[in-house]
């Protein structure tokens, strides 16, 4: 039998106080595990720990900067101490800076990069030896259509979650002999804080101009909800996708098959 289940397994979802990561960790929720996140600061986590509790998820919350090799550490220790061991792990945390790649900084494009690639690098390497322990594990990491193509002012963020896609494939590779599985899952567009900026209506109420370009490269005519991502990050999580690994699967719609909407009349 086919099996989605995540009884008995502990969940550790980056940057899961809200948006993707918090509707991710809800689903893993609905599918039996037990729900460990953290966040870069106590009172993110604190509201966090109210979001879920007022999804009926008595989550576990933890201050930790996915960057900070010690800090990491230290999660992991106190995680696998008061918790269980992580037996899934979801690199979600990531940051974005829309900056023309000539006026961004050298700053500005090592901190998206720390973020969106060496923190998943950083969490895994602290995660793995203790799958092996244990037998298994399922590492996600949270890619983008970025991971596939590019756009005007996000060269920092392309780069990272491009890197991300390789190093999704390199954990596979590295780490399949374990027992352990690691894929992707790459978002298409969708309605979270930060992509908040891209959707505001304009001061004359008319729509975003991104707003409608993205309708008009999505085959559903519709932004993703972080809830869309969740029945895949829990198949990708369960022991159903036990012989997939390295695979990269982009929930976004259709927007990578399709050309765009053509002009009326065509
Ligand atoms: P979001 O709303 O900005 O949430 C990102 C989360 O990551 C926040 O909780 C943030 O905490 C946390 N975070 C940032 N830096 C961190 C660090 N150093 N250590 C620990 N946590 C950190 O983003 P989202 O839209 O939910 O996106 C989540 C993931 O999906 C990101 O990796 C993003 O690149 C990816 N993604 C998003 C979309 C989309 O359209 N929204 C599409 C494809 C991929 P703070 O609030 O404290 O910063
Ligand atoms: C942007 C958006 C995208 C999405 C996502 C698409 O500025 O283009 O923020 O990067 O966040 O990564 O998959």
């Known amino acids: 039998m086919v099996d989605f289940s995540l009884k008995g397994k502990v969940a550790l979802i980056t940057g899961a106080s809200y948006g993707i990561g918090f509707a991710i960790a809800k689903g893993m929720a609905g599918a039996g595990a037990t729900i460990v996140f953290n966040d870069i600061k106590q009172e993110l986590v604190d509201k966090g720990l109210a979001a879920y509790r007022e999804a009926g998820i008595e989550a576990h919350g933890y201050v930790a900067d996915?960057?900070?090799?010690?800090?990491?550490?230290?999660?992991?220790?106190?995680?696998?101490?008061?918790?269980?061991?992580?037996?899934?792990?979801?690199?979600?945390a990531?940051?974005?800076?829309?900056?023309?790649?000539?006026?961004?900084?050298?700053?500005?494009?090592r901190k998206v990069v720390d973020i969106d690639l060496n923190g998943p690098f950083i969490m895994s390497k602290a995660v793995i030896p203790d799958m092996i322990e244990q037998g298994g594990g399922k590492i996600i990491n949270i890619c983008s259509?970025?991971?596939?193509?590019?756009r005007e002012t996000v060269s920092a963020y392309?780069?990272?979650?491009?890197?991300?896609?390789?190093?999704t494939k390199n954990i596979a590779?590295?780490?399949?002999?374990?027992?352990?599985?690691c894929n992707g899952i790459g978002p298409g567009y969708i309605a979270t804080p930060q992509t908040a900026p891209l959707r505001e209506p304009q001061p004359d109420g008319s729509m975003h101009p991104f707003d409608q370009f993205i309708r008009a490269k999505t085959p559903a005519n519709r932004w993703g909800e972080a809830e869309d991502l969740a029945g895949p990050a829990v198949f990708l999580a369960s022991s159903a996708s036990d012989f997939v690994n390295g695979h990269i699967l982009y929930v976004d719609g259709g927007i990578l098959a399709y050309i765009g909407r053509q002009p009326a009349g065509e």
């Open 66 to 92: 996915v960057t900070s090799e010690e800090a990491v550490g230290e999660l992991v220790k106190r995680v696998t101490e008061e918790v269980g061991h992580i037996n899934i792990l979801v690199n979600n």
């Open 94 to 109: 990531g940051i974005i800076m829309r900056i023309p790649m000539c006026d961004m900084t050298a700053a500005q494009f």
């Open 145 to 150: 259509m970025m991971s596939e193509m590019g």
């Open 158 to 167: 392309a780069a990272a979650k491009g890197g991300l896609k390789m190093l």
């Open 173 to 181: 590779s590295e780490y399949g002999q374990y027992n352990i599985q």
